[in-house]
T-cell receptor, first 114, second 114 residues
Framework: GAGVSQTPSNKVTEKGKYVELRCDPISGHTALYWYRQSLGQGPEFLIYFQGTGAADDSGLPNDRFFAVRPEGSVSTLKIQRTERGDSAVYLC????????????FGPGTRLTVL | AQSVAQPEDQVNVAEGNPLTVKCTYSVSGNPYLFWYVQYPNRGLQFLLKYITGDNLVKGSYGFEAEFNKSQTSFHLKKPSALVSDSALYFCAVREGAAGNKLTFGGGTRVLVKP
């Protein structure tokens, strides 16, 4: 079956612009996670959704970052007034209800802020 | 706060030799421990997990890991490495059943030489 998909695969933008990154989880997975992976580092947690609501957004670095999941499936990570330090690979993962210990990751979106 | 340390940035091993990738962790509750592998331009792939039970867990592609509570370690092992095992390996921890977010180590690059 289809895995987690993320679009776009690459995004280049200019400092100060707004970007949206999309995640399509595995069908039926109720939990969805966003992580950020900077060059040479491990992924860092950003936010976790259970259904439509953000159950834990403690990893969002500041108020320029926001994520939504209005229908409990697709999620969009939104970054306002992008900065060069936002350049990273943004990973999305999903898991089944009751099996949140096994997260399935998408290929990521590589964001480059010039 | 939970944390993971992978003390080696890179591990070099000859094909056919045993492979070990080290990981130590810190978590306040019972740890759920994971290993993921990342191939170039691909998403993180789940290798194995420790939740409870036997300290030695077996996973995909012939990998196994040993949970050692007293040493707070969860080293990844493979008895006979293959060239195709060359990749980036991440150890991750989650705080038991109540937690959801994964905290990753910085990663260890494994290079298996023919």
């Amino acid at each position: 079956g289809a895995g987690v998909s993320q679009t776009p695969s690459n995004k280049v933008t200019e400092k100060g612009k707004y970007v949206e990154l999309r995640c399509d989880p595995i069908s039926g997975h109720t939990a969805l996670y966003w992580y950020r992976q900077s060059l040479g580092q491990g992924p860092e947690f950003l936010i976790y959704f259970q259904g439509t609501g953000a159950a834990d957004d403690s990893g969002l670095p500041n108020d320029r970052f926001f994520a939504v999941r209005p229908e409990g499936s697709v999620s969009t990570l939104k970054i306002q007034r992008t900065e060069r330090g936002d350049s990273a690979v943004y990973l999305c993962a999903s898991s089944q209800a009751g099996k949140t210990f096994k997260q399935f990751f998408g290929p990521g979106t590589r964001l480059t802020v010039l | 706060a939970q944390s993971v340390a992978q003390p080696e940035d890179q591990v070099n091993v000859a094909e056919g030799n045993p492979l070990t990738v080290k990981c130590t962790y810190s978590v306040s509750g019972n740890p759920y421990l994971f290993w993921y592998v990342q191939y170039p331009n691909r998403g993180l792939q789940f290798l194995l997990k420790y939740i409870t039970g036997d300290n030695l867990v077996k996973g995909s592609y012939g990998f196994e890991a040993e949970f050692n509570k007293s040493q707070t370690s969860f080293h990844l092992k493979k008895p006979s490495a293959l060239v195709s095992d060359s990749a980036l390996y991440f150890c991750a921890v989650r705080e038991g059943a109540a937690g959801n977010k994964l905290t990753f180590g910085g990663g260890t690059r494994v290079l298996v030489k023919p």
